[in-house]
């Protein structure tokens, strides 16, 4: 059984997106986050436990990139985690 | 202040504005004014990060990346030395220099028989390397060594400011298009806060569930949804 790490699925979707925390900030600013750049580096650097809601819009924004090169929502709900 | 190659230079670079050109176009000026203030540099290049990868980001002479991409290659040459380690590095024959092999008899090869490649240095950090290469063996005496680091300190202030200023623009733009998606899908959220009484993330999550479902993006579905509030309602009397 994994440990419940949302900001880990974070890191890693963003990793594979080859998105730096400006990109992922950006992207998550567009669907109407309002963390700021500080914050979302501080989750992609496992110091911040993102809370279900900052974990919704990021992981939406990943998807959305992933969807558009063919991928299908490979960063799971927060519920999937 | 005297008017030598080396001042005029200087006081066209303290007259740069970096936003009146691209950085690529702030980049190449800084290089022709490079041969102006060091006249025995026959060609210039600049070696920038780019991209996560060294490159001749500019140049005045098409010789000077041909060069350049020995040392990329092979990862040995003076510009990359410069880079590294802040320090001014001088073949004075490309025929005769034993270190950097590869990057020698790429210079021979293109008719560069000595050379000086020179770190640009902002606040302790390489921002790049500035390499000048010349058709006479020994064309770079101390006093171009001199004229070089004085000159290399200043442009690599215009280059930072440059790569800043750009930098900056660019953020400002992209943070302007993300506001515009923001928008309709902050009104979406609203309305179905509204219609399903719900809190602002569940009115999200609501938004990312019809999106996957639908394999249409988020902001598409968010207009759909204020398009169609819109329909029913009608503008207000």
Redesign the interface.
Known sequence: MTAFDPGQQLRVGAQHARWDDTDLWIASVALGSNLDLGDVAAITAGHLDPTRGQYAVIAAALNEHFSASGRNHPVPTWDGL | MSDTPLSESLATLSRFFVGDGTLEETLTRVSELTVDAVPAAALVGITMIVEGRQRTAVFTDEAAPEIDQAQYDTDEGPCLDAFRHQQVFVIDSTEEEERWPAFCRAALGHGVHSTMSMPLVVDKLSVGAMNLYAREPHAFGPADRDTGAVFASQAAIVLANAQAYWDAYS?SE??G???K??AV??QA?GMLMATQGCG??RA??LL?QA??RE?V???DVARRIVANATERTGPPA
Do not use: P, T
């Open positions: 953020l992209r943070l298009e993300a506001m998606s923001r899908i902050e959220k602002e993330d999200f999550e990312v999106s996957q394999n993006k988020l902001r």
